[in-house]
């Protein structure tokens, strides 16, 4: 049996016209961007990736990669949502879903518990709240730990608020092709 569908120029037009919103397209970056700096000039995309991968001295704390496990699967039906209140606007739409990224990284960030500080992390955090500390004030905190001293448990990935509050995104014209 055929099927004869007749009309269609509302429906072309109308697919024409979202065609040519969403042509340009658009990339969104989400986490740390360049030229998010601590007070002393490090990069806080590097603190990042230290956190996240750990180092020689400290464990990983895998905030970024917790956000992707536990989020990215919501990511298109946010960003489909976003387009329909947008009027199919591309940019506008990511930036949505970047705000909502970064939400969903700083709540990470304050949910992580574990691997808990090292004493001499917490002792540090403690004497300097802001971070900031000297060589002389790092190899004084472990000669006071050597002999004894010792401080609250401080959240790991909490120190000066830098890395929270630095979580950013950015809205690019056009394709990404990587």
């Known amino acids: 049996m055929a099927v004869k569908i007749s009309g269609g120029d509302k429906l072309k037009a109308a697919l024409e016209k979202l065609s040519q919103k969403v042509r340009s397209g658009a990339t969104l970056q989400a986490g740390y961007l360049e030229g998010a700096t601590y007070p002393d000039g490090t990069p ?8 996240e991968f750990g180092t020689k001295t400290a464990p990983p704390r895998p905030f970024m990669r917790n956000t992707v496990a536990a989020y990215s699967g919501q990511w298109g039906a946010t960003l489909g949502a976003a387009l329909k209140q947008t009027d199919y606007d591309a940019k506008k739409s990511l930036n949505v879903v970047g705000m909502v990224i970064e939400g969903q990284i700083r709540d990470e960030i ?13 002792l ?37 608020g ?17």
């Not at 304050?110 to 917490?122: D, G, I, V």
Request: charged residues 25%.
């Open 44 to 51: 806080v995309a590097q603190v990042a990736a230290w956190d």
């Open 162 to 178: 830098r890395l929270r509050q630095d979580v950013s995104h950015e809205v690019k014209d056009g394709f990404d092709g990587n």
């Open 110 to 122: 304050s949910a992580l518990n574990e691997p808990a500080n090292a004493p001499l992390t917490n």
């Open 124 to 160: 540090l955090k403690d004497r300097f709240p802001m971070g900031g500390y000297t060589k002389d004030d790092f190899l004084q905190a472990v000669h006071d730990l050597e002999n004894g001293a010792t401080a609250p448990e401080g959240k790991p990935l909490v120190w000066s």
